[in-house]
């Protein structure tokens, strides 16, 4: 198992990123947008810790800024009908300590707000994650829609509208939903990832 990468981030394409490491191995790896916010400028260093997901057809590498959202994706894949694509939605949509609160409250409604997640996938989330999640503790940090991300290297309009709409469908909202949700947001002037904080908290509201 690959359970660590450090390396130069080469590129950030929302939810995808590339570290290359030491070895001269670039390493694909899809993040939920909670650690793509918190992540560094490409050429910088990175880490993130990864779960490596192996299926008939695919072996995709999924990577988190911290071991505690790592443990909760893997606590998340164990609930039946929800896969690696969804639990990524999950994590995208709210941050760790959030998710706990969720389930903590039984809040059944701010989870159907998340994209592929109906009545039945929240209440099974609820039943079976209650349990899992008793013994956490939740540090109080803000969520993802109030966190500040830095505003350099601003890259056009017209990319940073089509990246945040491909990276919201890459999550699993339809492409007419993550269109809107963008146009509602008004984008001058911010990066791609503040672009699409911004939708997710509309289409969380």
Known sequence: MIGRIRGTLIEKTPPFIIIETSAGVGYEIQVPMTTFYQLPDEGAEAIVATHLSI???????????SNKDKTLFRELIKVNGVGPKLALAILSGMEADEFVMTVHDGNVDRLVKLPGVGKKTAERLLVEMSDRLKDWSVSGLPSSGDTEAPTTNVPRAGDVTQEAVSALVALGYKPQQASKAVAQVDGDGLKSEELIRLALRQLAG
């Open 55 to 65: 299926s008939e057809n695919l072996h995709a590498l999924y990577g988190f800024i």
